[in-house]
């Protein structure tokens, strides 16, 4: 196992979703394929987890506007996409 892999193992990964989000599906399967262990916050209204919006824009300084949104040690990196680069960009250099 190489360095890459360690430091992912230690990662903390929290994500929020929705119930019925198709996206937030695919980037967790994504993650938990890399072997990210996976918090997650589930966000569908105000009666399902009230405080996770407020809680949000005060860590991160910005409004949840969309999920899913993925923290990965306590950086915010963004929905699926961002996410595939970084899983991606690790793959790479892995390899070299």
């Known amino acids: 196992m190489?360095?890459?892999d360690n430091d992912k193992k230690k990662s903390t990964v929290i994500m929020?979703?929705?119930k019925h989000c198709i996206w937030c599906g695919r980037v967790k399967r994504l993650l938990t394929d890399n072997?990210?262990?996976i918090s997650e916050?589930?966000?569908v209204g105000s009666d399902d987890n009230p405080t996770?919006?407020?809680d949000f824009k005060s860590?991160?300084?910005q409004d949840l506007k969309t999920v899913p949104q993925v923290i990965i040690d306590g950086k915010l990196i963004g929905g699926?996409?961002?996410v595939?680069?970084?899983v991606k960009g690790l793959k790479s250099i892995n390899r070299v």
């Open 2 to 4: 190489n360095n890459t």
């Open 16 to 18: 929020y979703t929705s």
């Open 35 to 37: 072997d990210y262990p």
């Open 41 to 43: 916050e589930i966000i």
């Open 52 to 54: 996770a919006i407020p």
């Open 59 to 61: 860590k991160y300084n």
């Open 80 to 82: 699926y996409t961002e």
């Open 84 to 86: 595939e680069r970084l």
